[in-house]
Every structure is written in structure tokens, then in C-alpha cells.
């Protein structure tokens, strides 16, 4: 059976290492479960291949994922792309994170928010999120 791909986008550019790599932490357990469409990062490619791979990868997958514990005008770029084709989406942030309104407004009917205080709480987070979604088209 063939895995449903995501996208799982956060900060990279601001964002401290420990938070850098707990997110990989959530990437690597969610393969398990999904097929995780891999961004550019921080120092493959020129800027238009980050662009054009990272929006591609939005408009792809079918569950898009963005982690908003620290800001990031690129996933705040994502985030749009994403609502504007009306892309099932979850947006996480660590407890107490703050957000910006715009992202908490984003009028998808198919986003949902959640916070979470660890990895693996962000990881069941995730899995709840699959689960409420329509699955081959029902």
C-alpha cells in the first residue's frame, strides 16, 4: 500500500540547532507511516531551486505540516501556498510558542491547530490529524 506523502516544513535559517534537530527527529519517526517529501534546506541549490522544489512539494503532497514554534517568512510562504489549493494542513507550535494571527486566521477548512510539549507528543499530534482525514476519496 502506497504511504500518503507529506510535507513537514519549520524554521531552519533562525532557529536554534536543538529545535533543528528535534524536528528531524519527528521527519525521520513519521517515515514510518508516510512518504516525507524532503525540502532543499539551508545549502543545496541556488534560491530559485529552493523555491521552486519547496512549492512544488506543497502543491504535491497530500498532507502539508508546518511547525511554527519560530517564524520563517519561507514557511509563512508555504503556508499560503498550501491554503490557497486548499491543502489539508496542520499547524503545530511548541507550548507557549506565539504565532502570528495571520497564520491562526487562515480560512482552510481543512487546517487544524495543535500545540504540543515534546516530540512525540507533536508525533501523536500528527498521527490524530491523519486519522480525521477523509482516506481514497470517502
Known amino acids: 500500500m502506497k ?4 510535507y513537514f516544513w519549520h524554521s531552519l535559517t533562525f532557529a536554534p540547532d536543538d529545535y533543528v534537530e528535534r524536528m528531524q527527529h519527528i521527519r525521520d519517526s513519521l517515515r514510518e507511516h508516510f512518504e516525507i517529501l524532503e525540502f532543499q534546506g539551508l545549502y543545496r541549490g541556488t534560491a530559485e531551486d529552493v523555491y521552486h522544489r ?6 504535491a503532497c497530500e498532507i502539508f505540516i508546518a511547525d511554527c514554534t519560530y517564524p520563517a517568512l519561507g514557511l509563512g510562504m508555504e503556508i499560503q501556498q498550501a491554503n490557497l489549493v486548499n491543502k489539508p494542513m496542520l499547524i503545530l507550535r511548541e507550548k507557549g510558542a506565539q504565532v502570528s494571527r495571520m497564520v491562526l486566521g ?8 495543535a500545540e504540543y510539549e515534546s516530540p512525540e507528543e507533536a508525533l501523536k499530534c500528527i498521527m490524530n490529524f491523519y486519522d480525521i482525514l477523509p482516506k481514497n476519496g470517502k
Do not use: G, L, M, Q
Open 54 to 59: 519547496d512549492i512544488s512539494h506543497v502543491i
Open 3 to 6: 504511504k500518503p506523502s507529506v
Open 106 to 113: 487562515i480560512p482552510n477548512p481543512h487546517a487544524r491547530f
